[in-house]
């Protein structure tokens, strides 16, 4: 199931190629890293876009598999990682209609991409498509930052 028939909140097609001009921060890549090597299994990061989180991850040595909505975010992902050698599985689909047949050890959604759903039904229709990780204990993470007012 592809994201060009998906209603999208946010049309990233149409910025792709400016996407990782605007979002430059890395504060948050080493607790990723970090997050990913404290799983042996399979590890999903969801609403992925460019790579940012993504591509140290891979660098690090963990292998991934990576959604997201938009063809344009991941061509500019695909075109990044075209010289390395990646364990990496990039899928394009929507989170709320996602519908993957294997299971992960790690779920997780960085860097308030969650929040990017904009209708309490959507996010609520996206948590219930996410795959409860086998150790349902621990390994899902929403990042998620509150505005400050």
């Known amino acids: 199931m592809g994201g060009d028939s998906i209603n999208k909140n946010i049309d990233f097609d149409i910025i792709h190629e400016y996407y990782d001009l605007c979002i430059t921060v890395d504060f948050d890549i080493p607790f990723w890293i970090e997050e990913a090597w404290k799983v042996r299994g399979n590890r999903l990061e969801l609403m992925c876009g460019t790579g940012r989180i993504s591509i140290p991850i891979l660098a690090s040595g963990s292998a991934l598999t990576c959604v997201d909505y938009s063809a344009g975010l ?76």
């Not at 039904?121 to 007012?149: F, G, M, V």
């Open 74 to 149: 991941l061509s500019r992902f695909k075109s990044k990682i075209a010289e390395r050698n990646c364990d990496v599985d990039i899928i394009h689909m929507d989170v709320r209609e996602l519908d993957l047949k294997q299971q992960f050890d790690l779920v997780f959604i960085g860097f308030n991409a969650f929040a990017e759903i904009i209708t309490r039904a959507d996010q609520e229709k996206a948590l219930q498509r996410i795959p409860t990780p086998i150790d349902s204990e621990r390994n899902c993470s929403l990042e998620i930052l509150e505005a400050l007012t």
